[in-house]
Nanobody, 122 residues
């Protein structure tokens, strides 16, 4: 029903910035809350941030507060994750997910992208 494609990952140095994008297609984008998760090798999937369908409400994990900003452009069917002051511990595969409910979007998604690799060197 919904296809999600992440892009924008890459190899950067600590302190650098990077912007991830997640492009959606298939169903009306504004109907879904969107979230970013990340998973490092050998670790559990970790919630990063989420945003309501309208873009009015956002939530951040404590580990990224003040450094990451989630936003969306419903006209472009795209959600973004602007990452600044990157740290080596931010290294992970980053996934975007769509959910019908904002309240549970930090726990699960109804649709998932394929992920994009972010690597931060020290």
């Amino acid at each position: 029903q919904v296809q999600l494609v992440e892009s924008g990952g890459g190899l950067v140095q600590a302190g650098d910035s990077l912007r991830l994008s997640c492009a959606a297609s298939g169903r009306p984008f504004s109907n879904y809350a969107m979230a970013w998760f990340r998973q490092a090798p050998g670790k559990e999937r970790e919630f990063v941030s989420k945003i309501s369908g309208s873009g009015r409400i956002t939530t951040y994990a404590d580990s990224v507060k003040g450094r990451f900003t989630i936003s969306r452009d419903n006209a472009k069917n795209t959600v973004y994750l602007q990452m600044s002051s990157l740290k080596p511990e931010d290294t992970a595969v980053y996934y975007c997910a769509a959910s019908q409910s904002y309240s549970v979007a930090s726990d699960r998604g109804d649709y998932w992208g394929q992920g994009t690799q972010v690597t931060v060197s020290s």
